[in-house]
């Protein structure tokens, strides 16, 4: 018999199996603790409650326990009920499993792509969550629109409108769990049009590679030099995606005439172009170039992320969609396949209170000095070590002699330090000579660790 229990305001489920009623709940017990489905500590009904749900004898349940306390499977003290023993775990195999050893964990992690999560305005977010909540209706914790909240996508649409230049309104804007998952949304759309390549940079991440191509989409690489991306030579493709404001890894911003040349062939060709501003608001030499969205929003699809200016456990992302695909996007995405309801109206609140942005500036102050403090330390200690691409995001790439990649990395590793080899982000058929750099991500230690990771950085430079 099976039989879940809430009489006492404590849920338990079990099946009493064997003949009579008392030896049947004392073995299923039994049977639940010793596979560890209870675990230790946990409190069971009592024993009335127990019987009244049940449907049998108070005396047959406290039979029950008093033999499983006897057995040592349970505690029964006065005032604190019954409960799981501490020593009632699953007896241990006669030759258990050699278990894996597990990889040490890095003494400084420069690894890019995460903030310093330590920043995390932990504060201002919980008075926007309360804010937030207090004069939320109670619709807003139903299924709702399927491109987000209305809240969140008009905070967006003013937000992104301001600091980066994007052409839009709400009714455009579509909220995703995450960069990941609206790129996802974004190939299945295009296979479900017909779609069969889309263009990509020579260097990126392979995972977002990876997701075209488990879409069923072909990546065509395109040439890489010192003025970003070639877009002047596009292949046949459908679309392209883009890290226009600051190449990802490469730390390249795509030059003007570049810019010009994509969206006129998306014009020209009906393609898209799938705008990747993944750290777009952090720029440090200058004002940051705006949004290659704002030259043409009907051909440009902008997807943006919350991951690098907060957190990216948030889970919070959003595409501002050409008005011909929303309606498409929307129904790929399905209504039920979001983030939190509440994560999404902290975080509009967040946005029209001036947090978001209060925020942004202390962390860009922070990330500039922090790359100032490499780059000195790099002259200083590593002159033959050159820190490329333009002062912004959270990562440079530290440009090294010919041959000496995998040598640095197998030192850093001795070093206790996680860091990763450009080589890692090049496109299996890249249209470029392969270049020996490392890709530090100095966005990720906490203040106080900054200077002893780049200590360490520097004593594996050659």
Same mark, same amino acid.
């Given at each position: ?10 849920? *338990? ?15 299923? +017990? %039994? ?51 019954? %409960? ?6 699953? &007896? ?35 008075? =926007? ?11 807003? +914790? ?11 996508? =008009? ?65 065509? &690489?395109?040439? @890489? ?9 596009? #292949? ?16 390249? &911003? ?12 998306? %014009? %020209? ?17 200058? /004002? ?25 456990? @948030? ?7 050409? #008005? ?23 975080? =509009? ?23 100032? =403090? ?23 790439? +530290? ?15 001795? /070093? ?29 230690? &906490? ?9 360490? *950085? ?5």
């Amino acid at each position: 018999m099976a039989e879940t229990w809430a009489t006492s305001g404590l849920d *338990l489920h079990v099946e009493t199996t064997g003949p009579g009623v008392r030896r049947g709940l004392t073995d299923a +017990l %039994r049977e639940a603790v010793r596979t560890g489905r209870l675990a230790p500590g946990t409190r069971l009904p009592s024993s009335r409650a127990l019987a009244a749900d049940l449907g049998i004898a108070r005396n047959t349940v406290a039979d029950a326990y008093a033999d499983l306390v006897a057995e040592g499977w349970l505690t029964a003290r006065q005032g604190s009920g019954t %409960r799981v023993a501490d020593r009632a775990v699953p &007896p241990t195999p006669r030759t258990p499993p050699r278990a894996p050893h597990p990889r040490p964990r890095p003494l400084h992690d420069l690894t890019p792509g995460t903030p310093e999560l330590a920043s995390f305005p932990r504060a201002e977010w919980l008075k =926007a969550a309360r804010r937030a909540l207090a004069v939320a209706p109670h619709d807003v +914790l139903g299924y709702g629109d399927p491109r987000g909240r209305p809240e969140l996508r =008009a905070a967006l649409a003013g937000h992104l409108a301001r600091v980066r230049g994007v052409r839009t309104d709400p009714d455009c804007v579509v909220i995703c769990s995450g960069f990941a998952h609206g790129l996802r949304i974004l190939a299945q759309l295009l296979r479900a049009r017909g779609a069969a390549t889309v263009a990509v940079e020579s260097y990126g991440l392979p995972e977002h590679r990876a997701l075209l191509t488990e879409a069923g989409l072909e990546t065509c &690489p395109l040439p @890489l030099d010192d003025r970003g991306t070639d877009t002047t030579r596009m #292949p046949d493709a459908a679309a392209v995606l883009l890290t226009p404001a600051h190449q990802f890894p490469t730390g390249l &911003p795509l030059h003007p005439e570049r810019r010009a040349a994509v969206t006129d062939w998306a %014009r %020209r060709t009906g393609g898209l172009v799938l705008e990747d501003d993944y750290d777009g608001e952090f720029r440090y030499d200058r /004002q940051p170039v705006g949004a290659l969205q704002g030259l043409d929003p009907d051909h440009v699809v902008y997807l943006g992320t919350a991951s690098k200016a907060l957190a990216p456990g @948030l889970r919070l992302a959003w595409m501002v969609l050409p #008005p011909s695909l929303v309606k498409e996007a929307a129904a790929v995405k399905g209504g039920h396949d979001t983030c939190g309801v509440l994560d999404q109206l902290t975080l =509009a609140e967040f946005l029209t209170s001036g947090a978001y942005d209060r925020h942004v500036r202390a962390c860009r102050l922070r990330y500039r000095r922090r790359r100032d =403090a490499l780059v000195a330390a790099l002259a200083d200690r590593a002159p033959g070590v050159e820190a490329t691409g333009i002062a912004a995001g959270l990562h440079a790439v +530290l440009r090294l002699p010919p041959g000496t990649e995998q040598a640095v990395l197998r030192a850093a590793a001795r /070093q206790g330090l996680s860091v990763c080899g450009l080589s890692r982000f090049r496109h299996e058929r890249a249209a470029v000579p392969p270049v020996d750099a490392l890709v530090v991500g100095y966005g990720t230690p &906490p203040d106080h660790a900054w200077a002893a990771a780049l200590d360490a *950085l520097c004593r594996v430079l050659p």
